[in-house]
């Protein structure tokens, strides 16, 4: 019996180096594009394995793109330039990446294939006041990224076969790890330099668990059917948090910093 295939750009990245090795756990054939631009050397341990494989290259470039989703059940397009600061210092970069050659992607592969993309939660821009979005609340984005990502699934979603899940602000540790997200660099200062610095403090984030995050790319696998043409909400309901709540929460672990 054939072994499901599996593409995943970008799964050498923060969400990508654990979802890889998870779905491998599962015996998926798994195929890696990614261009490993910041040396990562996250996904070594998994080399042996002979049901995985990697490409190293750019999702820019068509060719290999369409060459290597060609023959997947499954992809899932992790690559891309995520969140609003390094979209606004490279907005051509951001363009190619985050619109360009996802639309390419849509475009090229047959609509039998199943999609699972992640998606962001600022892809609603401004929420209302003391009320929570849902599936159904408008997308407004406001930054550059969101609305990359907005224009995307509305693609994504008109094929059908496909299932976009909006991300909350992601946190936890992973092989290929950042520090720029919330959580992680609040933790990081609060530890380190025992102080933060905190801007717009009532500011409010929902966040979500990054092990959750490859949870749920895995539930969507295993009940495709039931959830294809759908975009899901992916966050944690008790994690509604303004900066100041966070740094709260914080300080129950690390009791020697300020902010």
Same mark, same amino acid.
């Given at each position: 019996m054939n072994k499901t295939r599996i593409l995943i750009t970008g799964g050498a990245g923060y969400?990508?180096? +654990? /979802?890889?090795? @998870?779905?491998?756990?599962?015996?998926?054939? #798994?195929? #890696?594009?990614?261009?490993?631009?910041?040396?990562?050397?996250? /996904?070594?341990?998994?080399?042996?394995? %002979?049901?995985?494989?990697?490409?190293?290259?750019?999702? *820019?470039? %068509?060719?290999?793109? *369409?060459? =290597?989703?060609?023959? %997947?059940?499954?992809?899932?397009? /992790?690559?891309?330039? #995520?969140?609003a600061p390094l979209c606004n210092k490279d907005p051509f970069g951001a363009k190619e990446v985050n619109l360009n050659a996802q639309l390419e992607l849509l475009k090229s592969i047959s609509k039998n294939q199943i999609v699972v993309m992640p998606m962001t939660n600022s892809g609603y821009g401004i929420g209302e006041k003391d009320s929570y979005c849902d599936e159904n609340t408008p997308l407004r984005p406001i930054s550059l990224y969101g609305k990359h990502k907005v224009e995307v699934e509305?693609?994504?979603? &008109? !094929? &059908?076969?496909?299932?976009?899940? @909006?991300?909350?602000? #992601?946190?936890?540790? =992973?092989?290929?790890? !950042? +520090?720029?997200?919330?959580?992680?660099?609040?933790?990081?200062?609060?530890?380190?330099? %025992?102080a933060i610095i905190i801007f717009e403090g009532g500011f409010r984030r929902n966040f979500v668990h990054i092990r959750d995050v490859v949870e749920a790319f895995n539930f969507s696998i295993d009940n495709f059917e039931k959830m294809k043409g759908e975009p899901y909400n992916i966050g944690l309901s008790n994690a509604n948090l303004t900066k100041i709540d966070l740094c709260k929460k914080i300080k129950e672990h690390i009791k020697d910093f300020f902010y």
């Open positions: 969400i990508g180096s +654990l /979802l890889t090795p @998870r779905l491998l756990s599962q015996n998926y054939e #798994v195929t #890696v594009i990614d261009n490993f631009m910041y040396n990562q050397n996250s /996904l070594n341990n998994l080399c042996s394995n %002979k049901n995985f494989h990697i490409i190293n290259a750019d999702i *820019r470039d %068509k060719n290999i793109l *369409r060459e =290597s989703s060609a023959n %997947k059940d499954i992809i899932i397009p /992790l690559a891309a330039y #995520v969140g509305e693609v994504l979603l &008109e !094929r &059908e076969n496909s299932v976009s899940l @909006r991300l909350a602000t #992601v946190f936890g540790m =992973s092989p290929r790890m !950042r +520090l720029d997200l919330l959580v992680n660099d609040f933790v990081n200062r609060a530890y380190n330099d %025992k």
